[in-house]
């Protein structure tokens, strides 16, 4: 089947989110508009955080590495479709798609821990206090982190362990913006129905899985908070009602694309959007205006700056 007849695939051509080219003028200013936004917002949570010694703290730390990671899963796809959207040229070399897919599963295992991370420092927050410098300690916060770019490395590298051998000899033409395994391994001239549904299994397990656990931990909390004298229900449910929207914004796009992978709509794509423009913003604003300490290091910050003005 693989004789010299095929010629190997040595690019692909993304076919985008529309032809049209009105609609297409409008994704491409509605992309850099928010992506700016991306990069502003985040790497401002990452400033202050890093340079505010009052945020020193196990939560501030997880939250700078989160908005650091969905700065670099935006990052990571956004620019390649703004260009694609402003050019026309829908192109990306091979490696580039396997790099791409590699990353984006390093990222979103990452994050999956990183957001797990955040629940238990919640528990320990909310139904541990006294003892929460001692469990959350530094030397903590850097086991989990490191923990989730390990994890993160070996889900992806497990993926595509899968679909190294596939041979891709046409045709090359992705229904989407970016690369990723469920409309990758389609394009490969071999029968792929089990290797689909053994990727699809793996990560939609992990996936579901992720989801169940934290949402059984957001109830678990809120149990032993209703169950305890000290503790506050309305405070407890206003600090995780920030994660729990995340939790969906995050993972409801990707539990899309890996329980149901090949639709006849490809609504999958479009919900994608979610997590490379949508839920990006949403971390810092959502733990950023809702936070007390983080919303006076921001006028700290401000005021700061306008005093540096002022002098020069």
């Not at 794509?269 to 733990?287: E, Q, R, S, V």
Request: hydrophobic share 50%; charged share 10%.
């Amino acid at each position: 089947m693989y004789d010299t007849n095929y010629t190997e695939v040595s690019e692909f051509v993304f076919l985008g989110l529309s032809s049209s080219r009105p609609m297409q003028h409008f994704l491409l200013t509605f992309s850099v508009i928010f992506y700016i936004i991306i990069v502003l917002g985040n790497l401002l949570v990452v400033f202050i955080v890093t340079i505010d010694s009052h945020l020193h703290s196990a939560m501030y730390f997880l939250l700078a590495n989160l908005s650091f990671i969905d700065l670099c899963l935006s990052t990571l796809t956004v620019p390649k479709m703004i260009s694609d959207l402003s050019s026309g040229q829908n192109t990306i070399s091979f490696q580039g798609c396997v790099i791409q897919i590699f990353t984006l599963h390093v990222l979103g295992g990452c994050e999956m821990v990183l957001l797990i991370a955040m629940a238990l420092d919640r528990y320990v927050a909310i139904c541990k206090p006294l003892h929460y410098l001692t469990i959350m300690s530094p030397r903590m916060c850097i086991w989990l982190l490191v923990s989730a770019w390990v994890l993160g490395v070996i889900h992806s590298v497990a993926q595509l362990a899968f679909v190294a051998h596939l041979p891709f000899c046409g045709p090359n033409e992705i229904d989407s913006f970016y690369c990723d395994l469920p409309r990758f391994i389609k394009l490969a001239c071999t029968d792929t129905y089990r290797l689909e549904f053994m990727v699809t299994a793996i990560s939609g397990f992990i996936s579901m899985g992720t989801v169940i656990l934290l949402i059984f931990s957001y109830i678990f909390i809120l149990v032993s908070v209703w169950k305890s004298s000290s503790g506050s229900m309305s405070k407890a449910l206003s600090t995780l009602s920030a994660h729990i929207t995340v939790v969906v914004l995050f993972f409801g796009p990707c539990i899309f694309v890996y329980v149901w992978p090949f639709p006849t709509v490809p609504v999958d794509k479009f919900l994608m959007i979610l997590d490379f423009l949508i839920t990006p913003i949403l971390n810092p604003a959502i733990y950023t205006l809702r936070n007390k300490d983080m919303k006076m290091a921001v006028k700290k910050l401000s005021s700061q700056f306008l005093s540096l003005r002022k002098m020069t």
